[in-house]
């Protein structure tokens, strides 16, 4: 067992036969500070082709030296980070930041282990802790038709990029929005139908990809009488 105060660094090991004849190994054993346990992490999502800055809570991250721990979201496409130690100088900090550049389009969507590496490269992961999602949805313009009357029933395309597979779009009440075609990433046809009852005015025009993400187009389509 070892003693909370034991001194970090190399031992030597020394077997003593019964006869009293002794065998040393120098320098086999190395005492090392306890690994660092991650216990949580906030946020615990982003996304591809976004930014994202963890503040991470745990135990014995070791910001006693010149070098601060690693952050790692174990994907070959992030490149593992420098950990922020807020101004901490202790060998059993509790919580740090990692700051992510934007995350790479080839990084893999869905669950990532957090790992954090001391100096010593002792570890502590937590699994499956960050969610990455793919690139939100980005609405840039709608075309075909800007306006539509009452009882009318429109296409309009909505122009922009990465939208996924099963995209929703919303125009708000008043306005039912019979089906979505995907005609590529970049382009949606969305078949409406304006209400006798739609408020007249301007409508924001909302897509939101099947992983929640969502973008708006504020005030691009007009209800008419």
């Not at 306890?34 to 996304?47: D, E, H, L, Y």
């Not at 029933?153 to 996924?164: E, M, R």
């Not at 779009?169 to 089906?179: E, K, Q, R, Y």
């Amino acid at each position: 067992t070892l003693a909370p105060s034991a001194t970090f660094g190399f031992r030597s090991l020394v077997v003593t036969n019964p006869d009293g004849q002794q065998g040393t190994g120098a320098g086999v054993f190395e005492v090392r500070r306890r690994p660092p346990t991650v216990a949580s992490i906030n946020p615990s999502t982003g996304s591809r082709g976004s930014p994202v800055t963890i503040s991470i809570t745990g135990s014995d991250f070791d910001c006693s030296g010149g070098t601060p721990p690693t952050v790692s979201l174990n994907d070959a496409a992030i490149p593992d980070v420098s950990a922020n130690c807020l101004g901490s100088t202790s060998a059993t900090t509790t919580n740090i930041q990692a700051t992510f550049a934007a995350l790479p389009a080839g990084a893999t969507v869905g669950a990532h282990a957090l790992t954090v590496t001391n100096p010593d490269l002792t570890a502590g992961s937590l699994p499956g802790a960050f969610d990455l999602r793919a690139e939100p949805p980005d609405a840039t313009s709608i075309s075909l038709v800007t306006s539509g009357r009452r009882k009318e029933s429109l296409t309009v395309q909505v122009n922009g990029a990465f939208f996924q597979a099963t995209p929703t779009v919303s125009f708000g009440a008043g306005i039912g929005v019979a089906s979505v075609t995907v005609v590529s990433s970049t382009q949606l046809l969305v078949d409406i139908t304006v209400s006798s009852t739609a408020t007249l005015g301007t409508r924001n025009v909302t897509v939101t990809n099947p992983d929640g993400q969502s973008d708006a187009l504020a005030a691009v389509f007009t209800v008419l009488r």
